[in-house]
C-alpha cells in the first residue's frame, strides 16, 4: 500500500489527479475481486 501512495503522490504531483484516480480505482478493484475469491473459496 505504501508503494501505491507513492505512485499516487509522484502523478499528483504531475496535477494528473485523473490517471491517479484511475490507478486507485483499479487496485481497489483488484482487492475486492481477490476478496470476494479468497471468500468463496
Known amino acids: 500500500m505504501l508503494l501505491l ?3 499516487t503522490k509522484e502523478v499528483a504531483m ?3 489527479l485523473k ?3 484511475v ?3 483499479i ?8 476478496g ?3 471468500i468463496t473459496h
Do not use: R
Open 36 to 38: 470476494v475469491i479468497a
Open 14 to 16: 504531475e496535477h494528473d
Open 27 to 34: 487496485t481497489f478493484t483488484a482487492l475486492i475481486s481477490f
Open 19 to 21: 490517471f491517479a484516480l
Open 5 to 7: 501512495c507513492y505512485v
Open 23 to 25: 490507478i486507485v480505482a
